[in-house]
């Protein structure tokens, strides 16, 4: 588990032969590092990830722009979105390029 300067960590593992890191708080250029070291190292030694963003409270445009960067990388599921990142998805059209699940279990089928 990696921390970040919160002292919160990103909690990952692996299941059904992908790896998973959930998301949990709120994502901006000033608390996104945590996150982004996680995903990057997952994108670059599993060819699934799943991001569970189902406990993301705020995500601004630098959460959306990591999600689109990583996946060009691997396959790379999102988990979850509450209606706040459901709406940013949508209206930037991110929800055309990103496989969105309803749920954990969705995204491991």
Same mark, same amino acid.
């Given at each position: 588990? &990696? %921390?970040?300067?919160?002292?919160? /960590?990103?909690?990952?593992? #692996?299941?059904?032969? $992908?790896? *998973? *890191?959930? =998301? %949990?708080?709120?994502?901006?250029?000033?608390?996104?590092?945590?996150?982004? #070291?996680? !995903?990057?190292?997952?994108?670059?030694?599993?060819?699934? *990830?799943? +991001?569970?963003?189902?406990?993301?409270?705020?995500?601004? &445009?630098?959460?959306?722009? +990591?999600? !689109?960067? @990583? %996946?060009?990388?691997?396959? !790379?599921?999102? $988990? /979850?979105?509450?209606?706040?990142?459901? %709406? *940013?998805? #949508? @209206?930037? /059209? =991110?929800?055309?390029?990103?496989?969105?699940? #309803?749920?954990?279990?969705?995204?491991?089928?």
């Amino acid at each position: 588990m &990696s %921390h970040g300067p919160d002292g919160k /960590g990103t909690v990952q593992y #692996e299941e059904d032969g $992908a790896w *998973v *890191v959930i =998301a %949990h708080g709120d994502y901006d250029t000033n608390t996104l590092a945590p996150l982004e #070291e996680a !995903l990057d190292t997952a994108a670059r030694k599993h060819t699934r *990830v799943v +991001l569970d963003v189902s406990g993301v409270s705020f995500a601004d &445009s630098t959460f959306l722009n +990591l999600l !689109l960067r @990583i %996946h060009q990388v691997t396959s !790379l599921r999102v $988990a /979850g979105p509450p209606r706040q990142l459901r %709406h *940013v998805l #949508e @209206i930037t /059209g =991110a929800d055309t390029v990103l496989d969105t699940r #309803e749920n954990i279990q969705d995204a491991l089928l």
